[in-house]
């Protein structure tokens, strides 16, 4: 059983550029979330998709945009990056909730500085 | 607004002895709480949940426990291993919600 992949693991991009990082769920599961992590925080919840159609948005603005694909896979696009976007970026992939045991299964995350 | 609250940013124990990590909420529509553990450069791995309908869950080395009146939940971890140092997420959700909030950690350091 394949665990949560995400690439790349480290990024540098300048202010105002536009970023795509991606995931690869874990066997079996359809349903992916994206966290925000920055420095000394927990993770915020930024999106999640099922079934390839976004299910539930945190507090981030549009220029956070996401893909799932048919193979459950995934993508977090950022456009106009801001300073502030600087932070880890975590998938996670679970099965949709009453479908088995609630919980995630988390990728190492993405390393995303923006200077 | 921090709905999920660590107030512990680090605790250090001996090991051997027992590990309490506290957590605090505020949102009653809370139903359903989770632990996590981040080692560096690695994602988060759950550690133990437990709904609200249940005051105490055990996983062999690991008990969660949580008082709904006073919307805190702990965990203890008995005995403590150097392999438990780490950061330690407390986390929340309510059921038709898929969304985590989680708290901002707590750093545990096993003194061996």
């Known amino acids: 059983e394949t665990g949560v992949t995400q690439s790349p693991t480290h990024l540098i991009k300048t202010r105002g550029q536009q970023v795509t990082l991606r995931c690869s769920s874990q066997s079996g599961h359809n349903t992916v979330s994206w966290y925000q992590q920055a420095l000394g925080q927990g993770p915020q919840f930024i999106f999640q998709y099922y079934r390839e159609e976004e299910n539930g948005r945190g507090n981030f603005p549009p220029r956070f945009s996401g893909l799932q694909f048919p193979n459950y896979s995934s993508e977090l696009n950022v456009n106009a990056l801001e300073l502030d976007d600087s932070a880890l970026y975590l998938c996670?992939?679970?099965?949709?909730?009453?479908?088995?045991?609630?919980?995630?299964?988390f990728g190492s995350g993405t390393r995303l500085t923006v200077v | 607004d921090q709905q999920v609250k660590q107030n512990s940013p680090s605790l250090s124990v001996q090991e051997g002895r027992i590990s309490i990590l506290n957590c605090d909420y505020t949102n009653s529509m809370f139903d359903y709480f989770l632990w996590y553990k981040k080692y560096p450069a690695e994602g988060p791995t759950f550690l133990i949940s437990?709904?609200?309908?249940?005051d105490k869950n055990e996983d062999g080395r690991f008990t969660v426990f949580l008082n709904k009146s006073a919307k805190h939940l702990s965990l203890h971890i008995v005995p403590s291993q150097p392999g438990d140092s780490a950061v330690y997420f407390c986390?929340?959700?309510?059921?038709?919600?898929?969304?985590?909030?989680f708290g901002t950690g707590t750093r545990l350091t096993i003194i061996p």
């Open positions: 996670a992939s679970s099965l949709p909730q009453g479908q088995g045991t609630y919980g995630y299964t």
């Open positions: 986390a929340a959700s309510h059921f038709g919600n898929e969304k985590l909030t």
């Open positions: 437990i709904s609200s309908i249940k």
